[in-house]
C-alpha cells in the first residue's frame, strides 16, 4: 500500500509541476470559465427569480465546459518522445497511474472553481455563504465526478486525431447524473433552502463517485492497453 500511494503521489506531483511550468491548461480554463460568465452575465437579468432558479445550472455548465480543457490534457501531456510508452513500460500500476492524474486533475479544476466562485457571486448577485459547507461538500463530490470520468475518457482518446471533440462528446453524457445532482443541490443551497429534502440527490452523487471510481480503478489497465 505504501508503495502503491508513492506510485500515485509521484505521477500527481509530475503532472501538477509541469502544469505549473507551461500553464496551459490552467489559463485556457480559467480564461474560458471567465468569459462565459461575464457574457451569461449579459444576458440575463440578475434580479430576476428565473435567474435565482437557473443560476447552479449556469454555473455546472461553466465548470463541464471549462474542465474538458484541463482533463483534455491528462494524457495527451505525454505524447512528445514517446513519454506515454515510457510510462506504460515503467513498473507501475494502471490504478496508480489513473488515480495519480485523476487528483491532479481534480487539484487544478478546484483551483479554477474557486477562482471562479466571487466572479459568480458578483456578476449574477448569489450568495454562496449562507450554506458553506454543504456547498463545498457538493463542489467537492461533482468535480471528482468529473474528474473520474473525464481522466479515463482522456485515457481511451489520447491517439485519436479529434480527441478534442471526442473527449466532450463521451463525457458529457455519462456526467449527466452527477451533474443533474449537482445543479439541483447548488440551486438549492444558493436559495438557502434546507437540503434535507433534497439528500436524495446528494446520495446519488456520492454513489456516483463510489461507483465510476471502483469501475476506473478497475478497467484502467484494459484502457490503457488496448
Known amino acids: 500500500m505504501t508503495e502503491f500511494l508513492r506510485q500515485v503521489w509521484a505521477i500527481t506531483g509530475k503532472d501538477l509541476r509541469s502544469e505549473l511550468r507551461t500553464k496551459e491548461a490552467?489559463?485556457?480554463?480559467?480564461?474560458?470559465?471567465?468569459?462565459?460568465?461575464?457574457?451569461?452575465?449579459?444576458?440575463?437579468?440578475?434580479?430576476?427569480?428565473?435567474?435565482?432558479?437557473?443560476a447552479g445550472g449556469l454555473l455546472w455548465m461553466v465548470f463541464a465546459f471549462a474542465g474538458t480543457l484541463v482533463l483534455n490534457r491528462s494524457f495527451v501531456r505525454e505524447i512528445p518522445n514517446d513519454c506515454l510508452d515510457a510510462i506504460l513500460a515503467a513498473p507501475i500500476s494502471g490504478a496508480a497511474l489513473f488515480l495519480g492524474k485523476a487528483i491532479g486533475n481534480f487539484v487544478l479544476l478546484m483551483v479554477i472553481e474557486?477562482?471562479?466562485?466571487?466572479?459568480f457571486s458578483v456578476f449574477y448577485d448569489v450568495r454562496l455563504t449562507a450554506q458553506p459547507g454543504w456547498l463545498a461538500l457538493v463542489m467537492l463530490l461533482a468535480t471528482w465526478a468529473l474528474v473520474v470520468i473525464g481522466t479515463m475518457f482522456s485515457a481511451l482518446t489520447v491517439n485519436m486525431r479529434l480527441r478534442e471533440l471526442m473527449?466532450?462528446?463521451?463525457?458529457?453524457?455519462m456526467?449527466?447524473?452527477?451533474?443533474?445532482?449537482?445543479?439541483?443541490?447548488?440551486?438549492?443551497?444558493?436559495s438557502g433552502e434546507p437540503?434535507?429534502?433534497?439528500?436524495?440527490?446528494?446520495?446519488?452523487?456520492?454513489?456516483?463517485?463510489?461507483?465510476?471510481?471502483?469501475?476506473?480503478?478497475?478497467?484502467?489497465d484494459t484502457v490503457l492497453q488496448g
Open 114 to 119: 474557486v477562482a471562479c466562485l466571487p466572479i
Open 26 to 54: 490552467i489559463n485556457a480554463s480559467l480564461a474560458f470559465a471567465l468569459v462565459i460568465l461575464l457574457l451569461f452575465s449579459f444576458a440575463f437579468d440578475q434580479n430576476s427569480e428565473e435567474m435565482k432558479s437557473m
Open 167 to 173: 473527449l466532450p462528446t463521451l463525457v458529457y453524457p
Open 175 to 190: 456526467m449527466i447524473p452527477a451533474l443533474t445532482a449537482a445543479i439541483q443541490l447548488t440551486t438549492v443551497l444558493i
Open 195 to 220: 437540503i434535507g429534502e433534497n439528500m436524495v440527490w446528494f446520495r446519488l452523487l456520492t454513489a456516483f463517485d463510489i461507483i465510476f471510481t471502483a469501475l476506473a480503478v478497475t478497467f484502467v
